[in-house]
T-cell receptor, first 112, second 114 residues
């Protein structure tokens, strides 16, 4: 069974710091990886997708992918209290399916 | 990103009644739509995958006769919770794919069965 693992947290960081969220996956052949942000009581919102090894930056967000280590991370620079949410890692399995496997999510708290 | 609209956002119904939830892709044609359920402080649980014009594929343990899914067009999928019971109370979320790897979520529907 394909698995996506995340530390449930909560991860608490001070405002202005870098928040680092991590995710590991079991399917070595996976090619597509996503980070979603979910505020309490709301549905997930896609914030980053990454398909190649290395870093991908979008504003204050950087996704990092290391397929050899089966590891994907999300860095949030200059964290703001409004970044406080649960961050879900999602991985598409190998074989061409578009059905993602979600991790359980990491709760991030950014305190002023 | 693509816009997915889900309606209603909240619904309260009596035990034994049925509730229909709509999921629409507003600015793209969704070849595939996914239905999830999420309990408090839990992760998303995939219920079923629906493709336009064909029967939905249900995940193991999900009763297809209780959770009726219809994907009649490329922009609309519906989930009907039939004969709802209090244990069906949950947050139901749809997502839609554009044919590529990315999927976009609707706003979710908070169902409370009393």
């Amino acid at each position: 069974q394909k698995e996506v693992e995340q530390n449930s947290g909560p991860l608490s960081v001070p405002e202005g710091a870098i928040a680092s969220l991590n995710c590991t996956y079991s399917d070595r052949g996976s090619q597509s990886f996503f980070w979603y942000r979910q505020y309490s009581g709301k549905s997930p919102e896609l914030i980053m997708s990454i398909y190649s090894n290395g870093d991908k930056e979008d504003g204050r967000f950087t996704a990092q992918l290391n397929k050899a280590s089966q590891y994907v991370s999300l860095l949030i620079r200059d964290s703001q209290p409004s970044d406080s949410a649960t961050y879900l890692c999602a991985v598409l399995p190998s074989g061409g399916s578009y059905i993602p496997t979600f991790g359980r999510g990491t709760s991030l708290i950014v305190h002023p | 990103g693509a816009v997915v609209s889900q309606h209603p956002s909240r619904v309260i119904c009596k035990s034994g009644t049925s509730v229909k939830i709509e999921c629409r892709s507003l600015d793209f044609q969704a070849t595939t739509m996914f239905w999830y359920r999420q309990f408090p402080k839990q992760s998303l649980m995939l219920m079923a995958t629906s493709n336009e014009g064909s029967k939905a594929t249900y995940e193991q343990g999900v009763e297809k006769d209780k959770f009726l899914i219809n994907h009649a067009s490329l922009t609309l999928s519906t989930l009907t919770v039939t004969s709802a019971h209090p244990e069906d109370s949950s947050f139901y979320i749809c997502s839609a794919g554009t044919g590529g790897p990315e999927a976009f979520f609707g706003q979710g529907t908070r169902l409370t069965v009393v």
